[in-house]
């Protein structure tokens, strides 16, 4: 099932009743003059069940502890965000899973080869989707490209990852010549900063359903960094959100700044369709179904780890 992910942009009253999100606005109920019949055609209610995604964007907000409680004990990630509307905080549950100490034990004793070739592994999926994505939007040559995914040894000793980087964000906005990806660079790092906190959370979010310790990467450890696992996982997915930015530019040249109308753009990113083990699914449900992969890799039943693959469009072939 497709989680719904929530943005609050205005002041509101969120609560819980009857295993329902709650959503009043202060404007009506402090209006005195309003008769109490519209106030209660003015609330909205939402299935708790159907919630994946909370983002919090408005410090006129009012949420209940016990509507907090009960959207993460139905594993529900909660972002919010700072005075410039860029997702600043993230909140999970610490316990997602039924057998979560068996999982984290997996977690712990994963060997050092194994986290190599998975890390391999993730590594060829990134610089493959970032050259489809290469393929399709510009005309720049990408035979390097493929020459370094299929050079990408175990571990990646020879540091591809980053000789790709370099490449792709040099030519991926051949209409922003000087395009430096940072992040607090000029526009559209903006858009990519956004998204990108966007897909952090749904990796998040089905990492701790599944079962695992976010903190704890295959590659990435830092130990100011609770999320090391997510941005592992995260990375052959990146090129999606990259690709969701480059149809956003094209719709919507003159929009340069986070306008409600590219916010509600990018929310769109938990149900991008993509392909993931020969099979449509949607991005959320693509997330659980890497983490699957990757507990079964922790647990010895495979070795594969799965992740979403980007189609070259035939017109650009």
């Not at 995604?53 to 009960?70: C, M």
């Not at 965000?81 to 600043?88: D, V």
């Not at 749904?202 to 990492?207: G, K, T």
Request: net charge neutral.
């Amino acid at each position: 099932m497709i989680k719904r992910t929530l943005y609050f942009g205005n002041p509101a009253y969120l609560s819980l009743k009857d295993e329902q999100l709650v959503i009043r606005l202060p404007e009506v109920e402090q209006n005195d003059s309003l008769p109490t019949s519209f106030k209660n055609a003015a609330v909205k209610t939402i299935p708790i069940e159907d919630i994946g995604i909370v983002i919090l964007d408005n410090k006129q907000i009012t949420i209940t502890q016990g509507l907090l409680e009960k959207l993460l004990d139905n594993d529900c990630a909660i972002i919010t965000c700072n005075h410039k509307s860029m997702p600043h905080g993230l909140l999970l549950p610490l316990e997602g899973h039924s057998i979560q100490q068996e999982r984290y034990t997996e977690q712990l004793n994963a060997s050092v080869p194994l986290k190599k070739q998975l890390w391999q592994q993730t590594i060829v999926r990134k610089i493959e989707n970032q050259c489809a994505i290469l393929q399709n939007h510009t005309h720049c040559e990408i035979g390097n490209m493929s020459q370094w995914a299929n050079s990408v040894r175990s571990g990646d000793t020879d540091n591809l990852e980053a000789r790709a980087a370099a490449y792709y964000w040099t030519n991926i906005f051949p209409e922003f010549p000087n395009f430096t990806r940072k992040r607090d660079g000029e526009y559209p790092n903006n858009f990519l900063n956004y998204g990108y906190a966007i897909l952090r959370a749904i990796i998040a979010r089905a990492l701790v359903a599944g079962g695992f310790l976010p903190t704890l990467g295959i590659h990435h450890h830092n130990r100011y960094n609770a999320f090391c696992l997510a941005d592992d996982v995260m990375e052959p997915y990146r090129p999606i959100v990259d690709n969701k930015v480059k149809l956003i530019i094209a719709q919507y040249p003159k929009e340069q700044e986070l306008t409600k109308t590219i916010k509600a753009e990018l929310l769109q990113i938990p149900v991008i369709e993509v392909m993931i083990d020969g099979m449509r699914s949607p991005l959320m449900v693509a997330a659980s179904k890497t983490v699957t992969s990757l507990h079964k890799c922790y647990s010895g039943e495979t070795r594969t780890i799965l992740y979403p693959t980007i189609k070259v469009n035939k017109q650009n072939q």
